[in-house]
């Protein structure tokens, strides 16, 4: 029997395939409208890496776990691959070991499952870490690991299958008036709900009220490393000592401010390039290095090869592989709220809703978020 309530979400990236799902499961008839043949936007381009240990304990750390397990069980019933590995911070200095140390005592009592490790434990669960100056890691038992351009590609058919959600490709929204989405001036759709989760786009719908909201764009680039030989695996996703000034989560620590001001005085350039760096592999055995982040709302299309040099130099500090072939390079850019609040959500006119500003823990947050707010209507 069809829902006798109909909703449009307008996005098929990670926030708007969340979106559709929450609304399905509660009922409703789902459309889904998605301006190009396939979502190709910051939701394939990152590192597939659903990241708890990044967000503050509490309401933001307990969504990110609801997440995880959304998508855990997706990998399943979706058929696309995943990996419950972990993650693994590495600290060669005495002042990242100390924050390491710290927030290992407060992320315990938050009742998160981390462990800390001496330097033949790290080595022992990685063996992509570099041992020499090594002096120890802290280790999460909460991260996933998929390949998000296997995964976003694979949830539409599961969605439409198994939720019945209709996906419209191709079909650019121009504009939204009294519960009815336009497809140029002559295509119209209603409905009773509608949710526009745009990403990046943010200008082509409302932008008079998204030039008075609290945005901006990141632009990040990344790498991707050739299949490792032989099956060779890293164990966790890996990270350095720069992750730690990138998280909210570790904001907890007391001798963060020491770390950062050692970190501004010798890495200054790193810095200036929003540039910590992290390494997943995916099932066949490929490794995503990454990030940069460059803030505004207008980028230039090209990658500057100086940051991939430092993200790779610095990658080296700490990790070893097999084979460091680049295979891929690329760029990918996201909305950024600067006011410091973790998403976007508001009504523009009645029964239109914007689901925005997740920022790089999109897919991290955006099954816990979507039922949170559907929920909440």
Not at 349 to 376: D, R
Request: hydrophobic content about 40%; glycine content about 10%; aromatic content about 10%.
């Amino acid at each position: 029997m069809q829902s006798s309530r109909s909703a449009i979400v307008i996005g098929a990236g990670i926030v708007g395939l969340a979106t559709a799902r929450a609304l399905a499961l509660r009922g409703f008839s789902v459309k889904v409208f998605e301006r190009s043949d396939r979502a190709v936007g910051a939701s394939i381009r990152n590192f597939g890496m659903i990241w708890p240990i990044g967000q503050p304990g509490g309401k933001m750390y307990d969504r990110a776990i609801r997440s995880r397990e959304i998508w855990s069980a997706l990998s399943q019933k979706a058929d696309f691959w995943s990996e419950p590995a972990g993650s693994l911070h590495v600290a060669y200095h005495p002042d990242e070991w100390l924050v390491l140390q710290e927030l290992a005592e407060i992320f315990r009592k938050e009742g998160r499952p981390v462990q800390l490790l001496d330097k033949a434990s790290v080595t022992a669960a990685s063996p992509a870490v570099v041992p020499n100056g090594l002096l120890g890691g802290l280790y999460s038992r909460d991260e996933l690991i998929v390949d998000p351009r296997e995964a976003i590609a694979a949830l539409p058919g599961w969605l439409s299958c198994q939720l019945k959600v209709e996906f419209c490709w191709g079909k650019c929204v121009s504009y939204i008036s009294d519960q009815t989405v336009y497809i140029g001036n002559e295509e119209e759709h209603q409905a009773d709900l509608i949710f526009i989760c745009n990403g990046a786009d943010f200008e082509t719908l409302y932008p008079e009220i998204y030039s008075k909201k609290p945005v901006t764009k990141c632009k990040l680039q990344m790498m991707r490393l050739a299949s490792q030989p032989t099956d060779w695996r890293i164990g966790p996703a890996l990270c350095g000592g720069l992750s730690l000034t990138h998280y909210n989560s570790f904001k907890a620590a007391a001798s963060l401010p020491l770390l950062k001001q050692r970190y501004a005085e010798e890495m200054a350039a790193y810095l200036e390039w929003g540039i910590h760096v992290m390494m997943s592999q995916n099932g066949r055995g490929e490794l995503t290095v990454g990030d940069s982040h460059e803030y505004g709302l207008t980028h230039d299309p090209f990658d500057k090869e100086f940051i991939n040099r430092m993200i790779l130099d610095y990658l080296r500090t700490f990790v070893q592989v097999k084979d460091w072939s680049v295979i891929q390079t690329w760029n990918g850019i996201y909305t950024k709220l600067t006011d410091g609040e973790p998403d976007l959500f508001f009504s523009p006119e009645p029964y239109v809703y914007v689901i925005n500003g997740v920022g790089g823990a999109g897919m991290t947050l955006s099954f816990g978020l979507a039922e949170e707010l559907v929920e909440g209507l």
